[in-house]
């Protein structure tokens, strides 16, 4: 229930941000939002080992809810942001945001281990985007350049993720 509950709340504020692009309010609660997002999914894993009630339903619930979490919160800057290469910057994070997750995966299929590698994990996309949402509310984005300096630094570091998620995974049996 937990992590349904970070789905649906993610659900509901990209809904919000996509039908309104351009209001304030679904901005200003953008990192709040996520916040509470990062605060649930930890509180769900603690649940679940702590009381061992980890299953494979629960695996693949939280790792899906993860990434659909992530598309429907970050896909609306799509639209919101002003700039074509600011967009295509932003759509280039998007696809290494998916891509970091499934080699994260990846690394437990192949190795058995789930790779966290970063520098781009979870909790800095939301940290990435949450100050994307706060410059973008506060004026900060005064210059396209800004912005596009910024969302190419994230995406940069979402494919440098990549990279060391699957560079420090195991490789397996490559015959």
Same mark, same amino acid.
Request: hydrophobic residues 55%; glycine residues 10%; charged residues 15%.
């Given at each position: 229930?937990?992590?349904?509950?970070?789905?649906?709340?993610?659900?509901?504020?990209?809904?919000?941000?996509?039908?309104?692009?351009?209001?304030?309010?679904?901005?200003?609660?953008?990192?709040?939002?996520?916040?509470?997002?990062?605060?649930?999914?930890?509180?769900?894993?603690?649940?679940?080992? $702590?009381?061992?009630?980890?299953?494979?339903?629960?695996?693949?619930?939280?790792?899906?809810?993860?990434?659909?979490?992530?598309?429907?919160?970050?896909?609306?800057?799509?639209?919101?942001?002003?700039?074509?290469?600011?967009?295509?910057?932003?759509?280039?994070?998007?696809?290494?945001?998916?891509?970091?997750?499934?080699?994260?995966?990846?690394?437990?299929?192949?190795?058995?281990?789930?790779?966290?590698?970063?520098?781009?994990?979870?909790?800095?996309?939301?940290?990435?985007?949450?100050?994307?949402?706060?410059?973008?509310?506060?004026?900060?984005?005064?210059?396209?350049?800004?912005?596009?300096?910024?969302?190419?630094?994230?995406?940069?570091?979402?494919?440098?993720?990549?990279?060391?998620?699957?560079?420090?995974?195991?490789?397996?049996? $490559?015959?």
């Amino acid at each position: 229930m937990v992590t349904v509950s970070a789905l649906a709340l993610s659900v509901i504020e990209g809904i919000a941000l996509g039908l309104f692009p351009h209001s304030i309010l679904p901005l200003l609660l953008l990192p709040l939002v996520l916040f509470v997002r990062m605060a649930l999914n930890a509180i769900d894993g603690m649940i679940a080992r $702590e009381h061992k009630m980890q299953t494979i339903a629960g695996k693949y619930l939280n790792e899906v809810g993860d990434v659909v979490s992530d598309l429907v919160l970050y896909m609306p800057f799509l639209v919101i942001l002003t700039t074509p290469v600011a967009v295509w910057l932003f759509a280039v994070f998007l696809i290494g945001t998916v891509a970091s997750e499934v080699v994260g995966i990846m690394g437990e299929h192949i190795g058995g281990v789930r790779r966290y590698d970063g520098p781009m994990g979870k909790s800095d996309r939301a940290a990435g985007i949450s100050a994307l949402a706060v410059g973008l509310l506060i004026g900060a984005s005064l210059h396209p350049l800004i912005d596009q300096i910024f969302i190419g630094i994230l995406a940069l570091g979402a494919w440098h993720t990549v990279y060391r998620r699957y560079h420090n995974a195991p490789q397996g049996d $490559e015959s």
